[in-house]
């Protein structure tokens, strides 16, 4: 039986969603947040020593990293599903969004909430207007033009296909999940984006996707 270690309001609904959408069973072992600091509790260490979510245990093996969870669920379990054939153009698209999503566009979105954090931080009155100057200026020297190149990039992979790889579901799609459904969040007044925005509507509808939802409980893009 496969062991979701699942904190609260996390990237893990990803590895829900995928594991909903291969209709594999599982369990799901929950972990809430401190209610202050919004971190993992210290039990997760148990599982693994980072002490992050997601992890799962598959028998004997422990895997970290939503990335290296997804591509495992797929190679292991998937059975040919959620993955274009191995040497295909499709592949290579896959293997490049299965580790863009959190090499590439979750890095700036990470700054971003930083950048807000600084600005709304609970600080001195004397200190606030200093604290506000930073954080504005990290937003809009360099989240602002970063997040608008790859919302840009996202757009024009995203016309004329229903999804990244082509016409077919993927794990890879299932990793873009989180940042762009964040990416949506922090661009609420950039130029529209209607294929990114196409994108996480249908992803939405999947019924794979509201299970998930129902199990694992609402993803915060805040955090």
């Known amino acids: 039986m496969i062991t979701v270690h699942h904190l609260d309001h996390s990237r893990s609904h990803r590895v829900l969603w995928l594991l909903e959408e291969l209709g594999l069973p599982y369990e799901i072992v929950r972990y809430e947040r401190d209610s202050e600091t919004m971190l993992a509790p210290e039990s997760l260490r148990a599982i693994h020593p980072l002490g992050k979510s997601p992890v799962i245990s598959d028998g004997t093996s422990t895997i970290a990293e939503s990335g290296a969870i997804l591509e495992y669920l797929v190679e292991r379990h998937g059975g040919g599903r959620m993955a274009p054939a191995a040497g295909s153009p499709e592949h290579l698209r896959y293997r490049y969004y299965m580790h863009y999503a959190e090499g590439s566009l979750m890095p ?116």
């Open 108 to 223: 700036v979105l990470l700054v971003a909430l930083i950048a807000r954090r600084i600005s709304t931080a609970k600080v001195p009155f004397f200190v606030r207007p200093i604290a506000r100057r930073i954080g504005g200026t990290l937003g809009k020297t360099f989240v602002a033009p970063n997040l608008g190149r790859h919302l840009a990039f996202l757009e024009s992979e995203l016309e004329g296909r229903t999804w990244f790889c082509g016409d077919e579901l993927t794990a890879a799609d299932v990793q873009m999940s989180f940042p762009l459904e964040a990416a949506m969040v922090r661009a609420r007044s950039s130029t529209p984006s209607p294929n990114i925005e196409r994108f996480v509507e249908q992803m939405r509808a999947r019924p794979a996707y509201v299970r998930a939802l129902e199990k694992g409980g609402p993803v915060v893009l805040d955090l």
